[in-house]
DNA sequence: TACTTTTTAGG
DNA sequence: CTAAAAAGT
């Protein structure tokens, strides 16, 4: 009787312990092992993004790994979970351990269609599963600096051995997916890639980590967002070996950026509706703009022609390779907020059709920090100054110009500023949709009548 | 994980 | 007068 490990945000053998439990199970049975994958109705429609195109790579990868065995079924949790136990007669499906709400919610679906067969759930996409961490007097962390001291103190499990010969199960599946048609320029997919890329981030570039990350010129970040939104990696895996390279100021601001990411997983963990609606109200209501020069002005946005190139740059960079520099993602959120005055949520959605790590959590809550609307978030006063951001985390300009080719032959920083040089250096580029400093000033006059 | 303006220190 | 620090948005 085979047990089945359901494979969910955990695309990867090593250091899974819902996988390890499997095997134990497994072996206790002198059984084996049914790798199983589902994929939810409406996933792979005619809109599928550059996220369900990384995803059935990441699954064919999972496949090779697992020698042709994944067995991929297409259907909804509560239906092909059940069938499929049904079908070996396993005595348990192991899984790893829901997190968001929603999640949380298909799992007792899921539970209750297994019947007498129990789902294990083992351990959690995070290092601190979300909702284990509260302050003193019992309630949920909503400022990040108690909530990183607090995830430092209670630390994380050592990783998970990966389990050596496995038995799986030989169970006819559908196949891996095709990958739908995008245009985005992928990364390469796979836990084995995702391995390749981190060695190399922590021989290259963690030791100038803390001067490098803010530079979208430089390959100065781990690019560690895309393995870890599909479980390649687990986060416990790079703590492990951030705790290997000693403790530099490097180690520790890169250990605080995932300290980020969990504090943003528990605080939706606690407010589900923080994906949608504004934790805090900071403008107005009828402060946003909205019409058809809204319109105009968002798809300048979206399609990077606003004039300004910071924003230009990182908007093309988003489209064509379906992931963007942190810092950039930063101005460009500002930019469509405070300069464009428009509500968040419409560019949260946007981020997520295009970014291939695109994650509910991280992306929602780290627009509403942008936008002040989170618990603890940036003031609305402080407003991106895309000009000054460009000249000092991209001095020499090499970022605008890798990606806004109109721009190109305008040479050094200033290319920040191509509306202060003669008309002909720079003739496609389109003029600046609006003027920084009048739309901060209308965005701050509307803070201050909240 | 901003920026601008005002105030103050220092030559 | 300049630059740094502080205050305010």
């Given amino acids: 009787m ?25 072996r206790r049975a002198d059984d084996a092992v049914v790798p199983l994958f589902v994929v939810d109705p409406g996933l792979w429609t005619a809109a599928a993004g550059p996220r369900v195109a990384y995803l059935a790579r990441s699954l064919r990868a999972l496949d090779a790994a697992l ?33 968001e709400p ?14 007498d067969v129990p789902l294990v759930a083992t351990g959690s996409p995070y290092a601190v599963a979300p909702g284990r961490l509260r302050t003193q007097q019992g309630s949920p962390y909503e400022v990040f600096t108690p909530f990183r001291r607090a995830w430092l103190d209670h630390g994380w499990s050592a990783p998970a051995p990966r389990p050596r010969s496995v038995p799986w199960a030989d169970v006819r599946g559908d196949g891996v997916p095709d990958e739908p048609a995008t245009t985005v320029d992928l990364p390469a997919a796979g836990e084995a890639a995702a391995r ?40 416990r895996t790079l703590l492990a070996d951030l705790a290997g390279a000693g403790s530099s100021a490097s180690v520790a601001t890169y250990r605080s950026e995932l300290a980020w990411r969990e504090f943003h ?46 924003v230009d740059a990182g908007m093309r960079q988003l489209r064509a390779i379906g992931w963007m520099h942190n810092r950039v993602r930063m101005v460009t959120a500002s930019f469509l907020v405070k300069d464009l005055h428009q509500r968040w949520q419409r560019g949260a959605e946007h981020f997520l059709a295009w970014l291939v790590d695109g994650d509910v959590p991280q992306n929602q809550l780290n627009w509403q920090w942008v936008a002040g609307t989170g618990r603890d978030a940036a003031p609305y006063f402080r407003v991106f100054n895309p000009v000054l951001q460009g000249r000092r985390f991209d001095p020499d300009g090499t970022y605008v110009r890798q990606w806004v080719p109109e721009l190109r ?28 400093a009048q739309a901060r000033a209308a965005a701050l006059e509307a803070y201050g009548r909240r």
């Fill in 409 to 436: 032959g305008i040479p050094g920083g200033a290319v920040h500023e191509p509306w202060k040089l003669p008309a002909a250096a720079a003739p496609d580029y389109p003029p600046r949709i609006v003027d920084h």
């Fill in 102 to 115: 929603y999640g949380r919610r298909r799992d007792d679906a899921v539970a209750q269609a297994l019947g």
């Fill in 196 to 235: 390749r890329r981190w060695a190399t981030f922590v021989a290259d570039a963690l030791a100038d980590y803390d001067e490098d990350r803010d530079r979208p010129d430089l390959d100065g970040t781990s690019s560690m967002s895309v393995p870890l939104k599909y479980g390649e990696l687990h986060p």
């Fill in 265 to 310: 997983a528990d605080v939706l963990w606690h407010h589900p509706d923080a994906a949608r609606r504004s934790l805090r109200t900071v403008v107005p209501e009828d402060a946003w703009a909205t019409g058809p020069a809204a319109d105009d002005a968002f798809a300048a946005w979206a399609e990077g022609r606003t004039g300004y190139p910071l």
């Fill in 2 to 26: 085979p047990t089945v490990h359901w494979f969910r945000r955990d695309l990867r053998l090593a250091d899974n312990p819902a996988l390890v439990a499997a095997v134990e199970a497994a």
């Fill in 67 to 99: 020698d042709g065995r994944l067995v991929v079924r297409h259907g909804r949790p509560q239906d092909v979970v059940p069938a499929v136990a049904r079908e070996v007669e396993a005595p348990t499906v192991h899984v790893t351990a829901a997190t």
